[in-house]
């Protein structure tokens, strides 16, 4: 069973930077390929940035050239550099793992953490 616990969320202001971070308990995350989602109250669900099995990422048009995925071999843990912030980043962030390819590739994702609140005050 694949566990993810996320960290690093809090409270900035627009323009500020945060890093949010996301252990992978119960297998090595080389295996996996993962994703940061986040919602924001009211909104449904969206998928922010994603790195697959090989390493290339992909990012939504909302954040791309502000955030960052990227993996931390050492420390098995996903991270989401974030910078540039504004107000509309506000959300729960949460990461999220699948073994299989096409799953990933579909973008639907089998082991959720439980989130991390991100908000940005303008």
């Known amino acids: 069973q694949v566990q993810l616990v996320e960290s690093g969320g809090g409270s900035v202001q627009a323009g500020g930077s945060l890093t949010l971070s996301c252990a992978v308990f119960?297998?090595?995350?080389?295996?996996?390929?993962m994703g940061w989602f986040r919602q924001a109250p009211g909104k449904e669900r969206e998928g922010v940035a994603y790195?697959?099995?090989?390493?290339?990422?992909s990012y939504a048009d909302s954040v791309k050239g502000r955030f960052t995925i990227s993996k931390d071999n050492a420390k098995n843990t996903l991270n989401l550099q974030m910078n540039s912030l504004k107000p509309e980043d506000i959300a729960m962030y949460y990461c999220?793992?699948?073994?299989?390819?096409?799953?990933?590739?579909?973008?639907?994702?089998?082991?959720w953490g439980q989130g991390t609140q991100v908000a940005v005050s303008s």
């Open positions: 790195i697959a099995h090989d390493g290339s990422t």
């Open positions: 999220a793992a699948t073994f299989f390819l096409s799953k990933c590739r579909a973008r639907s994702f089998d082991y």
């Open positions: 119960g297998y090595s995350y080389s295996r996996l390929c």
